[in-house]
């Protein structure tokens, strides 16, 4: 049996101690509560080691887009949109339709940004250009309900070694011709 004291600080801060009385139990102190697992340790960590270098050596990596690049691809849309003398919007999304970089033209439609944004969105979510989902949507109509998209022409997926990586959206002239411009732009990746 062991006796417990309990310290507490009084107001004045000077300590004082109280006897709670015989214990009948006391647990043991942490190091020996822990000795079976320092025990076991050194096979423990040797494990954990091997599993993580297996899942390093397995693990799939991909590549991703740099802001350089997508800035990169924006720039030759919008210089293809100048050549003809078109004021639109350019958005470039990563693979999970995210946006990475957004510039609508001065001059452009108020609702231009919002629409490239959706086109590159939907072309990177669904792998392929929109317009392949606009022709599919004059077979199955019912499609057009699929939320969270647009399937009108003017978004390209951004391909790289068979993976999407991104896509690419133009909106503010007609529909080819957005297509147009986003072709200029994802030629900065393909071409270069």
């Known amino acids: 049996m062991a006796t417990v004291l309990v310290a507490f600080a009084l ?51 991909k590549f991703s ?49 919002e629409i490239a944004a959706m086109k590159a969105r939907t072309a990177a979510l669904s792998r392929v250009p929109t317009k392949f989902l606009e022709d599919v949507t004059k077979e199955r109509a019912a499609t057009l309900m699929f939320p969270g998209r647009l399937p009108v022409q003017g978004g390209l997926p951004i391909l790289y070694e068979g993976e999407c990586v991104g896509a690419i959206g133009v909106s503010g002239v007609k529909s080819p011709e957005d297509e147009q411009i986003a072709s200029a732009g994802l030629a900065v990746l393909t071409n270069g």
């Open 11 to 61: 107001m004045d801060g000077s300590p004082s101690q109280i006897s709670v009385g015989n214990v009948s139990s006391v647990p043991p102190p942490a190091t020996e509560l822990m000795a079976p697992a320092m025990k076991a340790a050194p096979n423990a960590t040797s494990e954990v080691r091997r599993l993580r270098n297996t899942i390093r050596e397995n693990m799939r990596q």
């Open 65 to 113: 887009l740099t802001s350089a690049e997508a800035h990169a691809m924006v720039t030759a849309a919008k210089l293809e949109a100048v050549k003809n003398n078109w004021k639109v919007s350019v958005a470039v999304v990563d693979e999970g339709g995210y946006l990475l970089h957004l510039e609508r033209m001065d001059g452009a439609t108020l609702p231009s940004p």
